[in-house]
């Protein structure tokens, strides 16, 4: 029979693929993104020259979130190799595993979210 401790390990590892997966994939999106950037010349017609000026801004503005969202899963991934995952950083309560499942980074419970997201409006 597993104990506890087995199963949290396994638990723990399964996290961290899915994070290392986000990470991945999110900073592959980056990449793309700054490529794309990336001013590839003067265009003769200045309306197709808008346009692409137009999805550059874009593209960087994607490729700057992106780079934030691999901050926070970073953040996560760190937070679990010191043993403090799962735990509101507000309350210090327990973090529900719904919400976990469902927000993989969160660093706080609902409840204290909630507020947070209160006060930052």
């Not at 638990?11 to 999106?29: F, H, N, P, S, V």
């Not at 509101?88 to 976990?100: M, T």
């Amino acid at each position: 029979m597993e104990t506890l401790t087995q199963i949290q390990a396994q638990e723990t590892d399964q996290y961290l693929e899915k994070l290392t997966g986000m990470l991945a994939t999110l900073r592959a999106k980056t990449v793309k993104f700054r490529q794309q950037s990336v001013s590839p010349g003067k265009d003769p017609d200045r309306g197709v020259e808008l346009q692409e000026n137009s999805n550059r801004e874009q593209a960087a503005r994607i490729a700057g979130i992106a780079c934030s969202e691999a901050k926070e899963i970073e953040d996560a991934m760190r937070r679990i190799y010191r043993g403090v995952d799962g735990i509101c950083e507000c309350c210090d309560e327990p973090i529900s595993p719904a919400r976990l499942a469902a927000v993989p980074c969160a660093r706080f419970c609902v409840g204290c979210q909630a507020t947070h997201e209160k006060i930052a409006a």
